[in-house]
Structure formats: C-alpha cells, structure tokens
C-alpha cells in the first residue's frame, strides 16, 4: 500500500545533491539577457525616451521601448480559459508602457551580451515624465475626481456581493450583542527561492520555445499566444524543475516578453533572470485588504450575523484582479454555514506594485478578519475561544449555502479538540491570568478556517495522465499535474503505485513538463493538484490494470477476472499463485510478434466537485511590551484534509505554510511611501522575512476523514496552513495584553504604536526580562 | 555577475600597501561582506580591490607580556566566538560576533572590515566602544595608535589615508581586566539582520557600588557613540533597581537618533532606555551582582 506512506520524495536525490536542473542550469552558450528599463515615479507617462546611447554601447543587440511592442493589452492571470465572456480576466497590459502605473513600471528592455553591459546600458537610458499624483489609499482612489489609472475603470476592478442564509436585517435583529470591528492586512511578498526566470528561443523558423520557470505551463502557452497573436502551436512551453512559486508563478509574468524578443532577434536565445530587487518590486504580491466587519451573536454564544465590507488592493494591474477577494470571501459558507452572512467586495487599482495569486488565494486576507472578529465576539459575552467556535462552526452534513452542496466530510470539531489538548488550553487558561500585568505577558490564541480543494465550479477542473508499462514491467507516468516542489509528482506515483500494486521504486513521474507532449492540465494552483488528479489516476491506473491483466489472460489462457496484481505479480485470485512477474509480461507486450504491443492509459478527467477542508491553530505567546515583541512558545495548526498521501510531505508542507503564516503575523510587509509610491524594502534584509532561529518548533497534526469525491479520499493542503496563524496570534496578543490590533504584521514598530495608545508601554513590573 | 575591473592578491601585510600605494584607486577586500553587496549594487570606487582575504599574519587573538589582548584584523567573527582568550576575558566580544549575520557570515567577515566599513550598525564596534578599543593603523614606514572613538569621522567614513591598513585592535588590560560587559543586540529578526539598536555595557563593581561604567550604543546616531555624560552621573553609585532606572532615563540625553522609514525616533528612543537597563542587568549577572 503505497498511499499513507512517507516514501521519499521522487526528486530527493536530485535536489540534495544539486544535480536537480532549473531554468538556470539549462543556460545556452550564446544566450543573451535582457535587463528591464523601470520607471522610477508611481503615476504619470513618458513624455520623451531616448534610447541612442544605449543602443550604441558595445554588446548591447537591441533596445525596445513602448513604442516598438504591439499594442494588443493582454490579461496575465493564470486562470483556465473561460468559455463565459463575462468571467474573462481584464485585459490591461502591454509588454511595456508609457503610461506609469506603479515605481516600477516596465518602459522599456535592453538585450545585451551579459548581465554587466545591459547594466551599463540601462543607465544611458533618458526619460521625461509628466507626473501625476500617486494613488494609494482607498479614499484617494475612489474620489470622483481621481485620475483613471486605466482608462474607462474608474479605478475599480471589479465589485459583487452575496448573501447567504435569513435576511442580514433580521438576522441581525435576534443578536443580543453586535461587534464591529475594521481590519487591515499588509502587502507580503512569496520569496519563493528561485526568482522569475525565463528564456526563449526558435528552434525552427517558426516556432518559439520558452523554457521557465512557471506554475502553469499550460495556460502561460495560451497566455502567450494571446499575448502576441499568435497561433498556440506555434508555442511550446518547457518546465523544468522550479524552486517554488507561492502563487507568484501562476501569473504570466516574463513569458511574452522573452518570445517577443526572440522572434525580433531572429529567434537567438534571450533570457530574462530577475534579481531578487525586481522580484519583490516587479511581479506579483498578496494583495492589501480593508476589512470592516458587524457581528450579531445571541448570550448564548450563537452567531446570528455577519456583515463584511472588504477592499482589495490590486495595483497597477488587475492580474488576478477580483477573482482574490471573490474567492476569499466564499469561505465562510463553508466555515460558519450556519450565520446569515452578507457580504460586499471591490477591488481596486493603485499606483503600487501588482498584487497576483498568493498561497490560499484571499482567504489569508478575510479569515483574517473573520477570526479576529469571532474572538472579539466572544470576548464580548465572556465565552471561551474554543466553547465559542465549537459551538457555530461547520460539521459533517451541513449544508455550505453557497456553493448549494453538503458538507460531505468534516473534521473541524475534532481538529478543535486535539489542539486544544496539545495546547493545554484549560489549565494555561488559568495559569496565564499571573500573566497579564508587567513587562512580560503570556497569552493563547486559537483560530479556525475551511478552504476548497480547487476552483470548480468557479473554472474548470480538469487533469490529464498517461501512464506507459515499460519493457522492464515498471510504468513511467506523465501529467500535466505540475510539480513545483510542494512534492506533487511523488503523490502520483504512490496513488499510481496504490492501484497498479505496485512497488512505489517502479513508479516514474516525468518530472520536466513540455506542452509538446505533456498531458494537458491547468496546473498548481488552489491547492488542486493532488485532489483534481485523483480521480484521473485512479481511472488511468485502473485502465492500464485491466490492460495488463487483459494480456496476462491472452498470454496464460485465463479469464481476466481470475487474475490480479500483487506486489508487482500476477497472480491467480483464487490460488494465490504467482502466475507471472511484470518483467515476464512486459517483454511479451511488446516484442511477441503477434499479440499485444506497448500497454498505455491515457485519461483525461474533469472534476465536479470541490471538497471543503479544515484546520485550526493554536499558539501560546509571550509578549515583551517594553521591548515590543512577541515570542511564541508554541503552535500547533491541525488539519482535516481528508486521507493523508504521505505524512511526512504533508507535515512538511504544514511547517511551511505555519512559518509563512508567522512571518506574515510578526513582521512581514512590503513599506510603500504612501505620498509617492516607492517601495522601501524590495530586498531580503529589509523585508524581514523570518529565520529559522526567529520561530519556535512547528507543531502539526491530523484529522483524518474520508473524502468520498476523491480517488484515494484526499482533499487539499497546498495552501491552507498558512491562514490562520495570524488570527491566532493576534486573538493571543490580545488574550496577554488587552489590546486589539487590527492591523497585520504585529512587527515591533505596529506593537509599540499600538502600546503606546494603548497605555501600557511603561508596565513596570519585576519579570525578569 | 560582479563589474570587477582589477582584482589582485596581496601575499603579505606589507605587499598589501604597496599595492595600495600603486593603485590609488583600489580598495581593499577581506571577507568582502560589505565590499560585495557594494559591488554588485554598482557602488563606485569598488571595481578594483586589493585582497587581504586570509593573510595569516592578521589573523590573530593574542595576549602580550603587559596582558594586552590584541585582535588581528583580519581575525574572522567565527574565530572571536572560538576564542579562549576573548572566552575567558571580554565574553561580551563573543555576544557581539554571535549576533553578525548567520554562520556563512561569521566565517568570513572579519572585525577589522566591520570597523573600517564605517556604519553606526556594526556589531562590533559598539564593544569596542565600551571597552576603550585602540586601533593600529599601518602604512609604509608609520604606524599610528588611534582610539576607536576618533577613528568614526561620520557615517561610512573612517580615519584611514590612502596606504594605510589596519592591523591590530588592541584592547588594554585596565578596560578589560575585572569588568564585565554586555553586548544587547535588538533588531527585527535573531539573525541575518542589522541592529536596530545594539547596546554595549562594560563595567567593574566593588562593593555593591558601580565603579566604573561604560555604555555605548549603535545606531542611537550617525557613528556609533559612548554615552560620557550617563556614565560620569552614575559611577561611584550604588547599584539598586532605581540606578537602572536613572541609566535609562539618561541614556536619553546622550544620543541622537533619527526618524527613518526603518524606524521612528520614538521607537528608536524607546528601545535605547530599555536596553541601557537589560544589559546592565546582563553585565551585572556576569559581575555576580544580583538584584
Ligand atoms: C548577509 C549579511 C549579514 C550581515 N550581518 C551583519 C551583522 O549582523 N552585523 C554587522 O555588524 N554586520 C553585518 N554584515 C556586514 C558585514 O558582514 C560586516 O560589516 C563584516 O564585518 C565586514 O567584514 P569583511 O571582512 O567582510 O569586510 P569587507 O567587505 O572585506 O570590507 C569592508 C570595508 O572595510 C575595508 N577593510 C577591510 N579590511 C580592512 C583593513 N584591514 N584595513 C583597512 N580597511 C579594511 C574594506 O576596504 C571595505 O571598505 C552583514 C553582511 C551580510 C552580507
């Protein structure tokens, strides 16, 4: 039984031993590089470009300007296509622009022989501009008078409202008590460890291969080809492996431009290799939200009400536009489906970097506020955190009002329950009330979230696989499931492995993606791989058994039914004995000269259906109020995603999401000059990611339920570890010093504002600090 | 990819300023932690560099005759963290190698670049500060002692003309001997950052009187600075928990941070009063004071 278990990871050899090849290892030797010329005001357009000297310096081969690129705006999201004209994504962008929307902005690109020399030639690159005010707050942004930042948008990306469950009005008419809060979280960046990075070349006159490090090869090939006008056959995108994208690579981002060049370059090889600087200014990032919430809870700590006006911050262009805000805000049928919830979302654009796809895809944003809001519910009727949300959050057999589909698995009470238990809720309750006078405070938070397991019915769900048996009786699988190294390939070949029966070693996944061959898919992304390929391996494997099976008959003489796989055997079902081994049957497939031939299976299969997941964390903090910071002593997060494939890669990919969590609650946040626009921190030492030695050991654990619209009764991980540490540790700040923030990150420069105002900055006390 | 123009290996101390002498131009580089960043952001005067990485003869921890503890130049923060001598005698030396960078870093940065590098930040210069650091300056033919608080002229500027290199940083017996000091790092993160505030306390205790007290703070203005006038208010004081108090209220009058978006004034203002207490407290366990 190959899922369940912790195998190693496909690529684990590979990775550790540096032998692993990412887009920057498969370097051509003539390959020239291209080096963006950006804009350095937020808001405005090029009033004169001079380009001359810069074409003129030695190794430069060329230098294009907005002038020189087609004028046909394209959408960058990484969404399937979408056969509804009015679920397309905004079409706002152009290779480069004169109009400025963001400190930033590409203007034009140099392609020179190295590095150094389109360095050089970047600097003898003269603009002129006519600047216009920046745009950056909300109230600014919505003024009537404002500037359009596109034309024709009144800065509004998109806007919509739903509600669920009795009318809001007299919903709210049954509370006892109504809670209001207003919630703001910050712009973070993924820091995936491999930075954006893409070539392109010909490799015939017609032909244009992009090799990059990408999320979605297969919709970057559309993307693409909508991008420039060209026919999708004539694109061909490679992936090889690629060292994390958080969402940042589900977008199309360097792509269009590396095949425009090639294609005026006579399809030499260009390659476009962001530093980490134009990484965390130039492409994508977690959008800022605003959030005002309205609570009504009854004494008895029911949640009759809910009401949420939210902003989304999109920047200068729409990316993933509304579909952030519109996909976060649908969480909370499935989370408290039992609350009158209405809801109202825009999004808008401003002169700031571009806000995309980011791990878990809005939720972050709004269950943020939502768990802030439920603490502070809570608070209000003097219930326990925990007894309050056992008693309004969703269970088995619910109805998520929404989506108009019943809860099929659900094991939020239990993942509530145990960590508790790890925490040590009850009794750390009681002790930490010695802890909330002094310098040094103690307090615990907890905070809950559902999330889905892809976008269906929102976008298509679809997923392909081939599987081939080899002449040596092991299989080589193919899918268009992209591994990005959250460890998808190494799931398929144990889910493989389960229904071939066969040793998880004679199960290869092609790692490197080709849209030439690989089987079609959309990609990762929405936590949907392992969940929507399921169903596709399952067929595909089952398929390629009966083939097997089928020859070993034709080869033995026996009925079909009389035989089955074991441990890499054939064997006689009723006998147990061993018929033959795969080896045996292999070679005859394919080199009898009369019967058989190569055994394949290739599926494809779409998915109608999106299983809710849930989890929770918990922490235990201490905070140190004169020297504003927060030490977390401990954290669990617990998860219900249904049947764990391999408990040591999804403990991995928990850790992960907690500590991305936590750096997002303590000091993440990209510092924007509100006045003008320009980023502060677009670098590693200013952008204070956390290290290792900064977070305490990541505790982890399961609930495991049975999905039954899974094909081995997983549902999704990918994303939803890093939504709730910091709710959670905010209600525990607050738990350990009564004060509320309601702004993200708790950084030391937030807590000591907040302190300050708060009257407790100068708590004299003996702790020993 | 680094725009570098000349790059060549010194084999001795005294190559090294010839080499300087003939390329006026040229800079040098040890660990190159600060040269490299520079580097590769374009930075001028950085495309042609002078090696002093690994020169044994500047790579030393040493005790003289008259118990003067010299530290070579070139001596990297790893080898400060190892020390015996520094272990045994200015444990707060350690405190302050501990908290640069993260292991990569304290392998190859040395403290003589982290002083010559000039910035109010650095780790090791604020010890330094507090225990009364000489430097020893070599060029062809001279050599020169300067006092590390005259060696900050502003920020990213040292005393040092044109040949002269660093050699020794020469920490005297009656700044060292009998005291204990404390390195107080605060910054955002544990590791991989630059203080936000670093806070360095030296002092010496007879009787349950402070008598001798030295204090010295990074980042609380441009170079790094001692805080004279605290230090004159309360030596000869006896130590209670209200003197803590009166440090950090004084501390105040002594410095001169500044408002950047990396942090207020205020803020900054607020951690230097609390560290002045934290690491008093710190020196004062290590005196075998307690409060
Ligand atoms: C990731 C990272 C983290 C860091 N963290 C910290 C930190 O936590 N705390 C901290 O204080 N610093 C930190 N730094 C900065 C840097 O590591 C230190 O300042 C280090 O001590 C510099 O030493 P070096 O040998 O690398 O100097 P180099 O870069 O080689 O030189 C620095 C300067 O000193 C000059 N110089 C070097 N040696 C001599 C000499 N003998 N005589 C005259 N001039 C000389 C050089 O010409 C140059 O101007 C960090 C740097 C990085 C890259």
């Known amino acids: 039984m190959a899922v369940g278990k912790s195998v190693n990871r496909m690529d684990a050899v590979a990775k550790v031993t540096g032998r692993a090849e990412y887009t920057q290892d498969l370097y051509k030797p003539d390959m020239l590089v291209a080096r963006y010329f950006r804009s350095t005001i937020a808001h405005g357009k090029v009033t004169l470009i001079n380009v001359e000297k810069a074409k003129n310096l030695k190794g430069v081969e060329a230098v294009f300007t907005y002038e020189d690129v087609p004028e046909n705006k394209f959408a960058t999201a990484g969404h399937p296509f979408s056969l509804d004209p009015g679920h397309k994504d905004v079409e706002d962008r152009l290779l480069l622009s004169q109009d400025i929307r963001f400190m930033g902005d ?97 490799d015939d006159l017609d032909r244009i291969v992009i090799v990059s490090s990408t999320q979605i090869p297969h919709i970057v090939r559309r993307l693409v080809s909508e991008a420039l006008n060209m026919p999708l056959n004539r694109i061909r995108i490679l992936k090889p492996f690629v060292g994390g994208g958080f969402g940042n690579k589900q977008d199309m981002v360097l792509e269009p431009m590396v095949a425009f ?46 009401q949420m006006d939210a902003i989304s911050i999109t920047g200068a262009y729409a990316s993933h536009g509304h579909a952030i805000i519109s996909a976060g805000g649908s969480k909370q049928s499935s989370l408290y489906p039992h609350v009158a919830t209405q809801f109202h979302a825009r ?19 709004i269950l943020y506020a939502v768990e802030c809001a439920t603490e502070d519910a809570a608070r209000k009727i003097g219930m326990d ?99 990005i190294g959250q460890g998808s390939d190494t799931v398929v070949a144990q889910m493989v492995a389960q229904t071939l029966c066969l040793p998880y070693e004679h199960v290869m996944v092609v790692q490197a993606q080709d849209t030439d061959v690989s089987p079609f898919d959309t990609g990762a992304y929405a936590s949907r791989q392992a969940y929507v390929v399921s169903n596709a391996v399952f067929k595909a494997a089952s398929d390629l058994k009966d083939k097997i099976l089928g020859h070993a008959g034709l080869m033995t003489q026996r009925q079909r039914k009389d035989l089955d796989i074991h441990n890499a055997k054939i064997i006689d079902v009723y006998t147990n004995e061993n018929v033959m081994d795969m080896k045996t049957l292999a070679v005859d497939s394919f080199y009898h000269k009369e019967r058989g031939g190569q055994l394949t299976s290739e ?89 290792f030695v900064d977070l305490p050991q990541i505790h982890h654990d399961f609930v495991e339920t049975k999905e039954p619209t899974s094909g081995y009764g997983n549902k999704s991980l990918g994303e939803p570890p890093v939504i709730t540490p910091p709710p959670a540790i905010r209600n525990a700040v607050l738990d350990a010093t009564g004060v509320c923030i309601n702004a993200l990150p708790l950084s030391p420069h937030h807590l000591f504002t907040s302190f300050k105002k708060g009257g407790i900055l100068d708590s004299k006390g003996d702790a020993d600090v | ?78 080898d400060i963290i190892q020390s015996d001598i520094i272990k045994k005698h200015i444990p707060m030396l350690s405190d302050a190698a501990q908290s640069v960078g993260g292991p990569q870093i304290r392998n190859v940065a040395t403290i003589g670049g982290n002083i010559c590098n ?47 290199i660093l050699t020794t940083i020469i920490i005297r017996p009656d700044d060292y001997m009998g005291s204990f000091g404390y390195y107080y790092k605060y910054a955002m ?26 204090i010295a703070y990074g980042v609380a203005g441009p170079v790094p600075i001692r805080c004279l006038k605290t230090e004159k208010s309360v030596t000869n004081k006896k130590i209670t928990l209200k003197l803590l108090d009166d440090i950090s209220r004084f501390v105040a009058h002594d410095v001169s941070p500044r408002t950047s978006w990396r942090a207020t004034k205020e803020f900054r203002m607020n951690i230097i009063c609390e560290l002045s207490k934290r690491a008093t407290k710190k020196a004062l366990n290590r005196a075998g004071e307690g409060l």
């Open chain 1, 106 to 202: 590409e203007i034009a690109i140099v392609v020179a022989h190295d590095e150094i020399i389109a360095n050089k030639a970047l600097k003898l690159i003269h603009v002129s501009y006519k600047e216009y005010k920046p745009l950056t707050f909300p109230e600014d942004i919505l003024k009537k008078d404002a500037r359009q930042i596109h034309k024709g948008s009144s800065n509004i990306v998109g806007e919509h409202e739903y509600a669920f469950g009795d009318d809001i009005k007299e919903a709210f008419k049954k509370a006892d008590v109504v809670v209001q809060g207003k919630f703001k979280t910050a712009m973070v960046q993924h820091c995936h460890l491999e930075n954006h990075i893409s070539y392109a070349y010909m």
């Open chain 1, 261 to 306: 060049l090639t294609l005026k370059l006579d399809g030499r090889p260009v390659q476009i290799n962001l530093s980490r600087e134009e990484c965390m200014l130039g492409t994508r990032n977690r959008h800022p939200f605003f959030i005002d919430v309205k609570t009504g809870i009854k004494k008895d700590g029911t949640i009759v009400a809910r």
């Open chain 1, 347 to 365: 999004t808008l654009y401003a002169n700031i970097p571009v806000a995309g796809a980011m791990r878990a895809y809005g939720s972050p944003q």
């Open chain 1, 385 to 483: 955190s925990v007894e309050f949300r056992l008693k309004n959050i969703a269970r088995q057999g619910d109805m998520n009002l929404l989506s108009g589909k019943r809860i099929l698995s659900c094991g939020l009470t239990e993942c509530l329950v145990k960590g508790k238990k790890f925490i040590n809720w009850d009794s750390k309750v009681k002790e930490y009330k010695k802890y909330k006078t002094g310098p040094v405070r103690r307090g615990l938070g907890v905070a809950c979230f559902s999330y889905a397991s892809g976008t269906y019915p929102v976008c298509v769900e679809v997923a392909g696989v081939r599987i081939v048996l080899n002449q040596d009786g092991t299989v080589h699988v193919m899918v268009g499931a992209t591994e």
């Open chain 1, 603 to 691: 599926i494809s299969h779409k998915t109608t259906t999106n299983a809710p997941v849930f989890g929770c964390t918990f922490v235990d903090i201490e905070v140190d109020i004169p020297l504003c910071k927060i030490k977390i002593n401990q954290i669990i997060n617990v998860h219900d995603s249904g049947v764990i494939l391999n408990p040591v890669q999804a403990g991995g990919q928990v850790h992960g999401g907690v500590f991305m969590g936590m750096g997002a609650a303590l000091l993440e946040e990209m510092m924007i000059d509100t006045k003008t626009g320009r980023v502060y921190n677009n670098n590693l030492l200013d952008y204070k990611f956390p290290t």
């Open chain 2, 1 to 78: 990819m680094f725009d570098l123009k000349k790059h060549i290996k010194a084999t001795c101390l005294d190559d090294a300023i010839a080499l300087l002498i003939e390329n006026p131009n040229a800079r040098l580089i040890a660990g190159g932690t600060d040269v490299l960043i520079k580097l590769r952001h374009g930075k001028k005067g950085y495309s042609e560099l002078i090696d002093i990485n690994g020169l044994e003869e500047l790579r030393f921890i040493k005790q003289d005759k008259q118990n003067n503890i010299l530290i070579g130049s070139g001596t990297v923060f790893s």
């Open chain 2, 118 to 164: 000039g910035v109010t930040s650095a780790d090791s210069a604020s010890s330094l500060f507090s225990l009364n650091a000489v430097l020893v300056v070599k060029t062809q033919g001279a050599i020169r002692e300067i006092p590390i608080s005259d060696f900050y002229l502003g920020p990213g500027k040292v005393d040092l003309k044109k040949g002269e």
């Open chain 2, 189 to 214: 993160r544990n590791a991989m950052d630059i203080a936000t505030i670093g806070c360095a306390v030296c002092l010496k205790v007879k009787h349950h009187i402070l008598a001798d007290f030295r």
